[in-house]
């Protein structure tokens, strides 16, 4: 079968090992390798190899994968395409190819590795002094080999490594031409001849920065190291300046360079602004980069500074993971990422080893099912070995955001198989989304309400290039795309990012330290002057309910009247309302700008009652929303997909609650319940187990809402928005009966 | 947790065992279970127990689940729902436990089964004398328990088999309390009392068959057996009374009862003209009601009745799965259904017992982990535990349709991960769909290009009562909802079902010899009067094509000029197409009646050039099909869910081919290629391998397709449209090549 492609065939090629070996020894024993690999630990792999079964399979795939690269011959062609296209993806198959030949040399001792390693770099330092900028013009930061400095930057990253496994194999000589001119010329290229990339805080300044950093390393080069580590000293770049997302370059007064590039985006808990998409892939040059200062320069403590944030912050990504070990994809996220890439395989590895052997990453490292070839891949393969792997729990747990962890965060709670995902961040840099306090539900992995995530397909050549559509912008930023309040049809600060990045909003409530009651609960003031959002999340598991359910207030006080648009992006198939509502003959988007223009208006109906009752059906469980309705709501059953003149959206639906008001409360609780299946047609517990909800009381101090269930038990989950403390003791009167409590809420059953 | 719905809960426990036992002794050891449990087949059971796992967990399944509804103790509700609701659920468990106790008691020898059974039987005698025709008025032929009798005949095939687990330990005054009261007055309802459902030929009355049949056994009463047998003797139904789904009650001159409900829908291949989804359900009264015919009455040679055609539509049913047991859904078929269903437990290990211990049948019970509780699931559970099974290998199958297997058939390709299912059968009674010719294509068991299945969810009560939506007949049933031509936007044979059963497809060609090629190939003449339609599917593994690559070629000749709509159910996320669209700004209906109204043209446009190709994204595997251009074709991109005012329908897409023509070839190739990682994020052989599609020749007596790949390859695939016999010697020219071959087709690569 199929001899047309080897090239495209070998990138999936994971097989049985070939362990033919010729025996080399280096001509020098000191020095290098010592950035990831280390001469020690080289030793130690190799004492150990053939009793290690995880990072045995690992080497097997990788010889085979090499060995297939080798047999294919070098090809290094003249870059040309954009992400996907040919030379793309081959320049990048060879740097990642290097770095694993590197380690087999180092491991194996074979010096076809070494051999392939020089041949191919050679090759690209007689490429590169001629090399124009790339031909393709999309990017704010061209680069050489690839359409962008970033791609340039990851080359670099891996590059490095390959070069210090092989640098005392390699003559003086043969040192001096990759140096002089590939890696320094390389070097400049991506810091100072392109300050707009080098010098920010953002995730594409971080692979610059560690560029940099892993080559000055091998080379032992200090202007190069303390340029990576502090940014340009100085860079030209005016305050204000953009780059193709809409970030900003420049910013008054911020530090640059690979520490800023922790000290900025990370919080105190490990929470990664721009959202865990974007911390799983910062995550491989943050760890790499450390693990190499860690090993050459020791004195620089790099895993501990900002209170061992880097380490932290891979416990943290873990959690920002659903039940499959999917991120969140919060901000610019592609679905479908997850702990099992390769960026979280060596996040793993490295937390493990150098963060005090934490026996629950071994579990995730068990199911990765792959090590890195290096130290810390052996301590995990011993680990693993010696059974001392334990289950990663994943808990309810509270992240902040921002620098000093005071801007904003996301919320988790756990219940069961039910995990939401709350945000109430800040802007999240160039991929933030306009969706302050927007909200994810999923239970045993699966989406149950989504958030969208990006309008991207990342690296697929035929969807733009495998970039950002337009689509990103004009939908999946926009605020009507997101489980949240949108006002009078605009977003959240008026979608403008230079507003957006001022503000964040404000944590009022987190607790969940009583498992049958977790709440987190914030207030946004800043998305629409004049109007204050505050939005409680609480899942509560009660015995009268087959499974924990989601109880969703948004309180919105305002100085003026406005449309308030109130989406609920649920995934499955429509059961049943119990509101009529008409299905029109033509369908016509929801509106023209903000992202409606990308919403079919698929029917639209009036609540038939105190409640307004929604019911679907997905991957064979079933779910209701049951929302506290005013009489003059519009229900709108919307579609995504309007406007989308390449198809390049998901046609996927939503119900819209609209309701004009000034001052308002959106109460509701979405019920998980019951299941069915396709193999026995049996329809268990299909239908709700509340007969109704209602807003018992409401003003600036207290809330209250009641729940009635099916066998007429009453229950109240009472909250206080002010004076919220542990200790307060709170008194309410609601229709004659007194309630008293102690801290900011309490939940009953009533009779 | 949840203390509300127990009787839920219930119905999904599945756990570990409790084993207490108390023993008694029946007081004859003569005569029962005689039916499906036998005194031997006991004997050996309890002889074995403990050491045949398979059937030691399913028996500690059934004791948990038994047990936990004997606590919750004996509920005989007054009828009042529909499927789905309280009353019909308890039902329906109740005869399922029932049937199960009734085991228990004999494997174990605990008396508790035995009281419950007869406890639960007495309940049922004191009902039903006074009970009136159900109350919900759905159905053609109401029962008493259930809202139709079909459910009524459910519970007396199983109830049947618990009282002949108990006969003997009942006092006679007790079996004549329960045969004067429950069985026989139930048996006569459900035949004499309603010949509309009894006396046809349809899954319905093979339920009615059966269900009397099986008490007439247990009661050893040749009256009831005889009509079980051959029907009623007079019905006084009319000719050409329809029932609810549509479909003919009385055929002029047709047998009825058990053997004819075997002689009609079988074919000798053993497909079921109804399709897999209702051969499932049927298989149940089928083997069950013939396991008890053979062990009381085996001078019948049930099994051997038409040449042995139960047992072989065992091997028949699993071939019309996917690669995960899903039947494919031909005709009025609910996705999801699969193998694992209890009735498939059933048949497969009846027909591993009395079908010769079929080794490859032992795979499919070792997949259920399950068996019956009888001799053949002991013997399913040996054959296991001696390590007997082979793998079933699902091949290329070809299944004639009607009695005589000359009313068409289905035509199965597979080829590495590749099933095309292609069907030109005959009606399938009320559950066809008017589908002449159409197709669907799976790849690893996830659909490529689907067939829509039926409109209704099973048992799901707030979806019109879990029974067929109005949507399944304006669209499921509809041509325009499949994959095959639909002319001047009318349903093969004007839809109406009267004229459709007349007709059938015919084979022209099937051959799965060469597994480099294989093809099916039949044409239709009836479905839209003086139009041919003559469709060929080839299944190509050529050596330049990464995977085997599907051929369609739908040859139309018609004595007018009409408008073919030919459509492309696609799954998936559309990618890139070589032609421009444009898509509205509002959505209108593709038409007004005939399924059209159900569509929503989301997107038009006209060929770019001599080939239209459109790509697709579908479960991480990229698709692409090449179709030969007409340049006025419009091509349209459509999706479901237009005029739907329940959402009842999926949103799913299709493309839509429409051409004019008189006489016109739609040639075109269906490519799987490559794929993508949303966690690697490689996008691997994401384009097409062909770079042009052509007609090279045709008219009545050759088409040839060629097709250019794109390292410039040309591939013929040469058909002969008559003379098609194996040894016929065929010579074409085609622009000055001659090409020579024997038999009815020939593919080669011309350089």
Redesign the interface.
Known sequence: ?????KF??L??LVSSCSEKKEKSTPENDSGHPNLILTQQGVKDIRANLGSIPIFDKTLENTIEEVDAEIELGIEVPIPKHLS?GYTH?RHKRNFLILQKAGVLFQILEDEKYAIYVRDMLMAYAKLYPNLPIHPQTRSYARGKIFWQCLNDSNWLVYTSQAYDCIYEWLSKEERDTLENDLFIPFANFISEGNPQFFNRVHNHSTWGNVAVGMIALVMDNDDLLERALNGLKTDNLEVGMKDNDGGFIKVEGQKVGFLANIDEPFSPDGYYTEGPYYQRYAMYPFLIFAEALHNVKPELNIFDYKEGVLLKSVNTLINLSDADGEFFPLNDG?????Y???ELVTAVDIAYHFGGNNAELLSIAKKQDCVLLDDSGLAVALGIKEGKEKLFEKKSINLSDGPNGDQGGVGILRSEGLELVFKYAAQGLSHGHYDKLSFSLYENGEEVIQDYGLAR???????GG?NYLKENKTWAKQTIAHNTITQNEVSHFGGEYKVGSKHHSELHLYDDTNPQVQIVSAKETNAYPGTQLHRTFAII?D?????PFVVDIMNVTSESENQYDFPYYYLG????TNFEY??P?????LGKSNGYEHL?K??EGKPASDNTTF?W?NHGNFYTLTTAADAEDDLI?A?I?????E?NL??E?ALIIRRNAKNTTFASVIESH???S??????????S?IVSLKVAYNNDNYTAIQIE???GKLKMLLLANSNSSNNNEHKLEIANNEYKWVGPFTYITIN
């Open positions: 079968m199929m001899k047309f492609a495209f065939l990138l999936i996907g993806e592609q679905k479908g990422m997850s099992y890439s390769r397909f990342v690296n697929i050549e035929q969807k495998g598991d015995e009268d309910f087959e499974k198939q429509l059961m049943k008409t299905v003959s033509v369908l016509v988007p079919w698929e029917a019911s059906l059953l579609r997909g309007a406007k989308d003149p198809f998901r046609r639906p019951g299941n069915y396709t193999v026995s047609e049996f329809a268990v517990n299909a239908y187990n269930d099916v066998n």
